[in-house]
């Protein structure tokens, strides 16, 4: 469940968003917007001047998380200064560090931490304790072994065919992932590091991203189908596609991770039909705008449910929803980032956003 501190309701809270310069960060930002109840949006990243700052209302310099003690030194004053109630991580290394120091933060007073499950989230940032995990629970997954273990990966290899999968542990999204097509291949990838997994090839034809917000004994999800960006990992189109075996398969993970709180699976179809779960992460994804618009709006829900209120979730107000993402850019002329309204796709440029307006 989401971590809460304390159990009074906050008809509008302040909410501070981390690394508001990352894809998650700042899909936080545009959630968050769309709720009318929340009063004030904090941002902080490690830069100075980050572009992210465009988009909160406030925004100050945060040191690197790794200086665990000025790291927390700098939200604790902010945290003060603009008397947040729940702060959102927005990078993974955040995240880490928020679920893994729970004593610290607490005896620092902090606001309310808006996260899944705690002591999950080191489990589900590693593939491999992941696949151990769900595959104890007998969910159908895609065949996998830890190299370093010589006799698991023999048996993986007498099993599954090239090519196959290496994958590091602890990473996310499409990085540090790699298809090697033989063993030389292989062993030269396994030779390069240790904290690999091996993982069955299938030829994905199709992969979805699926939000899963899970409070008490209920559970709600949304699928989306999604392209990726040719230039990056990140999504460049999705679009609500509520297909019967995918909820059904990806309701069957949700189930069996055990998390509570916010939450999104990665799952492949391959030409055959065939699903398989690629991984799962213990956060809010980058498409988390994108659902919020289509009601599925899992930050609010999670804020709220940390906050000590019971979300209420109506899933017949989701909706159909195509997403797309494009370059963009924003200018600063001495007085903050802001857009040019000439250089918005033309249909924004003439209806204007949909969003309540924030001041920079």
């Not at 945060?62 to 200064?81: Q, T």
Request: hydrophobic letters at 40%; aromatic letters at 8%.
């Amino acid at each position: 469940m989401t971590q809460s501190l304390s159990n009074s309701i906050v008809e509008s809270p302040s909410v501070l968003v981390t690394a508001v310069g990352s894809d998650v960060g700042l899909s936080l930002v545009k959630a968050l917007r769309l709720c009318a109840r929340v009063n004030q949006i904090v941002g902080c990243d490690s830069e100075a001047d980050d572009f992210g700052s465009a988009f909160v209302d406030s925004y100050f310099q945060a040191p690197p998380v790794s200086l665990e003690r000025e790291y927390l030194a700098v939200l604790s004053e902010a945290c003060i200064d603009f008397g947040i109630h729940a702060v959102f991580p927005g990078s993974e290394a955040e995240l880490r560090f928020f679920a893994s120091s729970s004593a610290q933060y607490t005896n620092l007073n902090l606001p309310v931490r808006v996260i899944p499950s705690p002591r999950l989230v080191p489990v589900f940032m590693d593939k491999l304790q992941t696949m151990q995990l769900l595959e104890s629970t007998g969910v159908d997954l895609l065949g996998y072994c830890n190299p370093a273990v010589k006799r698991e990966l023999q048996l993986f290899l007498d099993r599954y065919s090239f090519p196959i999968v290496v994958k590091a542990r602890c990473s996310h999204g499409a990085k540090e992932v790699w298809v090697a097509r033989s063993k030389l291949e292989m062993n030269e990838l396994l030779g390069r590091r240790c904290d690999l997994l091996c993982q069955e090839h299938i030829d994905i034809s199709q992969e979805y991203s699926v939000g899963v917000f899970r409070h008490g004994d209920r559970l709600h999800l949304i699928v989306l189908t999604r392209l990726m960006e040719k230039f990056g990992s990140a999504t460049s189109y999705a679009e609500v596609s509520m297909e019967e075996d995918v909820v059904k398969y990806a309701r069957n993970i949700a189930e069996a991770t055990g998390l509570s709180g916010a939450f999104n699976l990665q799952i492949g179809r391959n030409n055959q039909g065939r699903l398989g779960l690629l991984e799962v992460n213990p956060r809010f994804s980058a498409l988390v705008a994108a659902r919020s618009m289509a009601g599925f709006k899992d930050a609010e829900w999670a804020l709220f449910a940390s906050l000590g209120e019971a979300p209420l979730i109506n899933e017949t107000s989701f909706r159909h929803l195509r997403y797309r993402r494009f370059l963009d850019e924003l200018i600063d002329t001495g007085k903050g980032y802001h857009a040019i309204s000439q250089w918005l796709p033309k249909r924004v440029a003439d209806n204007g956003p949909d969003h309540r307006s924030h001041s920079v």
